[in-house]
C-alpha cells in the first residue's frame, strides 16, 4: 500500500510539472518536479508509518507528501528561475548560458571579444550594462556560490597567458562585488591555455577559447 501510494503521488507530480522546454522545444518534467518527487515519495513513506490504522496512514501519507514534496522540489526550482531570469536579461547581447542536467550547476560564458580590449583586463565599457545585468540576478538568488574563470588561447607565452586569464577573471569579480555582489561567494580563478573549448589551430577556435565563464552552483540545500 505504501508502495503504490507513493509511486501514485510520484507520478501525479511529474504528469502536472511536465512542460516544453522553451529553449528546445521539447516536452520535459522540470527539475524542480524531479525534486519533489523525490520529497513526495520520502514524505509519504515517512507519513505512512506513523497512522495506527489504514485510514490514519493514508491521511498522514498525503500530509508527508506534501511537504516533503515542497522541500524536495526547493533546489531545483530555485536554479530553474534562476536560469531563466539570466537566460532573459543575457538574450542577445551575445552570452551563453549553458546548464548541465546532471548537477544543475548554471555556466555563463562570455567570449573575449565582447568583455576586453586586445590583450586588457579591464573590462570594456559597453559590457558593464551586461554584468549589471548578471549582478541584478545573482543578487536575487544569493544562496548560490560563484567561480568567475579566465581562459586564454594557446599563443603567446605561458606565463602572459596565466597572468592576463587570472586578471581578466579578478576584473569580472570586482566587477559583480562593485554592483552589490557579497565577495564571499565568489572565487576567480585563472586557466591560461589549459581548458580550450574548441580547436587553438584555427582563429574561430581560438577565439572560442579567449573566454570568461562564470560557473553557478547550486545551494547544497534550501
Request: aromatic share 4%.
Given at each position: 500500500m505504501r508502495?503504490?501510494?507513493?509511486?501514485?503521488l510520484v507520478a501525479a507530480v511529474a504528469l502536472s510539472a511536465c512542460t516544453t522546454n522553451p529553449y528546445t522545444g521539447e516536452r520535459q518534467v522540470s527539475k524542480a518536479a524531479i525534486g519533489a518527487g523525490i520529497g513526495v515519495a520520502s514524505g509519504a513513506a515517512i507519513g505512512y508509518s506513523t497512522g495506527d490504522n489504514k485510514q490514519e496512514r493514508k491521511e498522514a501519507a498525503l500530509k508527508g507528501a506534501?511537504?516533503?514534496?515542497?522541500a524536495g522540489g526547493g533546489v531545483g526550482a530555485y536554479m530553474d528561475y534562476q536560469e531563466k531570469k539570466l537566460r532573459d536579461r543575457l538574450a542577445g547581447v551575445g552570452v551563453g548560458v549553458q546548464r548541465d542536467k546532471a548537477t544543475g550547476v548554471i555556466t555563463l560564458v562570455m567570449p573575449g571579444n565582447i568583455t576586453f580590449a586586445t590583450?586588457?583586463?579591464s573590462v570594456k565599457a559597453d559590457f558593464y550594462p551586461?554584468?549589471?545585468g548578471v549582478a541584478d540576478v545573482l543578487k536575487e538568488y544569493?544562496?548560490?556560490t560563484l567561480v568567475v574563470s579566465g581562459h586564454t588561447d594557446n599563443v603567446g607565452r605561458d606565463d602572459y597567458n596565466m597572468k592576463l586569464s587570472q586578471d581578466r577573471a579578478n576584473s569580472v569579480a570586482q566587477y559583480l562585488i562593485s554592483r552589490g555582489v557579497a565577495g564571499g561567494r565568489i572565487k576567480?580563478?585563472?586557466?591560461g591555455k589549459s581548458m580550450p573549448v574548441a580547436d587553438n589551430s584555427t582563429e574561430n577556435g581560438r577565439a572560442q577559447n579567449r573566454r570568461v565563464e562564470i560557473r553557478i552552483?547550486?545551494?547544497a540545500n534550501m
Amino acid at each position: 500500500m505504501r508502495i503504490r501510494l507513493a509511486s501514485a503521488l510520484v507520478a501525479a507530480v511529474a504528469l502536472s510539472a511536465c512542460t516544453t522546454n522553451p529553449y528546445t522545444g521539447e516536452r520535459q518534467v522540470s527539475k524542480a518536479a524531479i525534486g519533489a518527487g523525490i520529497g513526495v515519495a520520502s514524505g509519504a513513506a515517512i507519513g505512512y508509518s506513523t497512522g495506527d490504522n489504514k485510514q490514519e496512514r493514508k491521511e498522514a501519507a498525503l500530509k508527508g507528501a506534501a511537504i516533503g514534496g515542497v522541500a524536495g522540489g526547493g533546489v531545483g526550482a530555485y536554479m530553474d528561475y534562476q536560469e531563466k531570469k539570466l537566460r532573459d536579461r543575457l538574450a542577445g547581447v551575445g552570452v551563453g548560458v549553458q546548464r548541465d542536467k546532471a548537477t544543475g550547476v548554471i555556466t555563463l560564458v562570455m567570449p573575449g571579444n565582447i568583455t576586453f580590449a586586445t590583450a586588457q583586463s579591464s573590462v570594456k565599457a559597453d559590457f558593464y550594462p551586461v554584468l549589471d545585468g548578471v549582478a541584478d540576478v545573482l543578487k536575487e538568488y544569493n544562496k548560490t556560490t560563484l567561480v568567475v574563470s579566465g581562459h586564454t588561447d594557446n599563443v603567446g607565452r605561458d606565463d602572459y597567458n596565466m597572468k592576463l586569464s587570472q586578471d581578466r577573471a579578478n576584473s569580472v569579480a570586482q566587477y559583480l562585488i562593485s554592483r552589490g555582489v557579497a565577495g564571499g561567494r565568489i572565487k576567480a580563478v585563472g586557466y591560461g591555455k589549459s581548458m580550450p573549448v574548441a580547436d587553438n589551430s584555427t582563429e574561430n577556435g581560438r577565439a572560442q577559447n579567449r573566454r570568461v565563464e562564470i560557473r553557478i552552483d547550486p545551494p547544497a540545500n534550501m
